[in-house]
């Protein structure tokens, strides 16, 4: 509903006003009507509106007055319409000059009425479609220099940008939110995941409200990891009077209740200032990993998971290294029989919550290690996303000797390809496989597959080779055949985002517009 002020000295005219169509009907609302334009400023001051219709003549400040008060000082932009007993063309020109939408002259004929307020319905559309663009190029401008931050490959200009156009306070925490995927997702599609991931993105913008900056889409660009980022800073909990738990609770429960599926939330460790916010980044990608190995929650806090005392806490050190070894050796009897002795110890060790985290993270840690000697340029992040994506396979029990086995015979096929190092050959077949297929549904995995390569091990040469991910080398090919075709012909934008390989337009439209500056339609328009 588009809302109405009505300023009027003449009670019978207000009332004539509101009967002589019906408003609602036309999809408006009558908010408030005023006696004279002061009455209408100090309303305007405090709320807003989108259409004002205003007598010319009124004690106090006329309707003149009023147009000029709110557009010199900026309180309203509202659509703007004059009613006078005055074919005057003086005051039709100051009218004009403070950008009044239409001058109408009294006795007031419904019809013209009538027609006014549908050149305003349109003229709201448009305004309101413009806004939303400008709003979506804005949002991916920022994005686009939030997201080295997130991975600590920033430089000073990302963080002015940053700092210029977001709230910010010192203390920060970076936070990654997921739906669920513990099996009842089982046959749901990756679009259809994806429609979930925007949704809890706009959910959780919605929380967030003026903080919605905060908020960021898709902010590790893997294919299998259907993420929202969030920045969260004191303030933010402060405002709501609540402390950090209770606030995580309250946005993992609004979130969960609006897109109607469980969450899981991975808060990092608290940093200080946005430049150190990669290492939260960091801490929250390493929960995300801890979390496959134990009983399931809802929030996953850096400080309850990963930080321990030292107090009274036991390292199977002796089980663990035999067990490792196993692994790089790529045993697979060893690797079980080590699994059993390794699982023996701790019980018999009594190796249980803070002991049970110093064990999986000496575990980790060796496991980063192993893979980074056999290539020092290696991405830590992507190993551990491959050790993450490893702790969610189907039908497996969290935490069970079959999980751990499984895990650690996959880790140790990864490490031995890791040796043999693929050739450049397999990449020229990826890049083909590019050019030929794009509008296709490409995954590493399935080309990982077809050349005999380990998908994550493919994606960490790819990322040297190119400088990017796959999907984002993908994205990008995309996106310029894409820029080809709305040159070429007349197609419209969803069906060059169809051509292209994109089934969801918003996404393809915010993928341009990061790419390009604008958007397709407007590509198009300063290319031609």
């Known amino acids: 509903m588009l809302k109405v002020l009505l300023v009027d000295d003449e009670p019978h005219i207000v009332q004539g006003l509101k009967a002589i169509i019906d408003w609602e009907q036309e999809g408006f609302e009558v908010v408030k009507s ?53 074919a005057d063309f003086g005051f039709a020109q100051q009218a004009i000059k403070y950008n009044c939408s239409e001058y109408l002259l009294k006795p007031i004929d419904r019809d013209a009425l009538l027609e006014v307020i549908k050149n305003v319905q349109a003229l709201s559309y448009e305004k309101n479609k413009q806004i939303d663009s400008n709003k979506k190029m804005e949002q991916a401008y920022f994005t686009q220099n939030m997201i080295p931050i997130i991975r600590g490959k920033y430089d000073d200009i990302n963080v002015d940008y940053v700092e210029k156009h ?22 749901v ?12 993105y706009q959910t959780v913008s919605e929380f967030l409200g003026d903080n919605e900056k905060c908020c960021i889409f898709d902010p590790s660009g893997h294919d299998k990891i259907f993420d929202v980022g969030m920045i969260f800073f004191d303030f933010m909990s402060d405002e709501l009077q609540l402390d950090e738990s209770e606030y995580f ?59 321990y005392t030292g107090e009274g806490v036991v390292l199977c050190k002796e089980s663990l290294d ?7 050796q790529n045993d697979k009897d060893k690797i079980m029989k080590n699994v059993s002795e390794l699982f023996e110890d701790m019980e018999k060790s009594g190796v249980y919550g803070t002991s049970m985290n110093l064990n999986i993270n000496y575990l980790l840690f060796q496991l980063i290690n192993l893979a980074t000697e056999q290539d020092s340029e290696l991405n ?32 140790a096929e990864y490490l031995q390809q890791l040796r043999k190092n693929a050739s450049r050959g397999t990449l020229g077949d990826i890049e083909r496989e590019i050019r030929n297929n794009y509008m296709n549904n490409l995954t590493l995995k399935e080309l990982g597959d077809k050349y005999f390569v380990n998908s994550a091990y493919l994606g960490q040469l790819f990322h040297k080779k190119y400088g990017c991910s796959f999907k984002d080398y993908l994205n990008n090919y995309r996106i310029e055949q894409a820029a080809s075709l709305l040159i070429k012909n007349d197609m419209k934008t969803y069906e060059v985002a169809e051509a292209v390989g994109y089934k969801d337009v918003d996404y393809f439209v915010n993928k341009f517009i990061a790419a390009k500056g604008c958007t397709p339609a407007k590509y198009r328009k300063i290319s031609n």
């Not at 993450?388 to 000797?401: A, H, P, Y």
């Open 34 to 86: 005023c006696s004279n334009g002061k009455e209408a400023v100090d309303y305007l001051k405090e709320h807003t509106v989108d259409f004002i219709v205003a007598d010319i003549k009124m004690p106090v400040m006329s309707g003149l007055e009023l147009l000029e008060k709110i557009r010199t000082e900026e309180i309203s932009d509202a659509y703007f319409v004059i009613v006078s007993g005055y």
């Open 166 to 187: 977001m709230r910010t306070s010192e203390n920060v925490r970076y936070i990654e939110l997921q739906v669920q995927d513990d099996g009842n997702l089982e046959d």
């Open 189 to 200: 599609s990756d679009s259809e995941k994806r429609l979930l991931q925007r949704k809890l």
């Open 249 to 307: 609770k309250k946005l993992s429960a609004y979130a969960s209740s609006v897109i109607e599926h469980p969450l899981w939330v991975f808060v990092g460790k608290k940093v200080k200032g946005i430049r150190n916010l990669s290492k939260s980044y960091g801490t929250a990608c390493k929960l995300r990993f801890l979390q496959g190995f134990r009983e399931q929650k809802k929030i996953y806090m850096y400080e309850d998971e990963v930080q």
């Open 322 to 328: 035999n067990f490792i070894k196993s692994i790089e």
């Open 380 to 411: 830590q992040e992507e190993i551990l996303r491959l050790i993450s994506e490893n702790t969610f396979e189907e039908g497996v029990r969290r935490g069970s000797r079959g999980h751990i086995c499984k895990f650690a015979c996959e880790y």
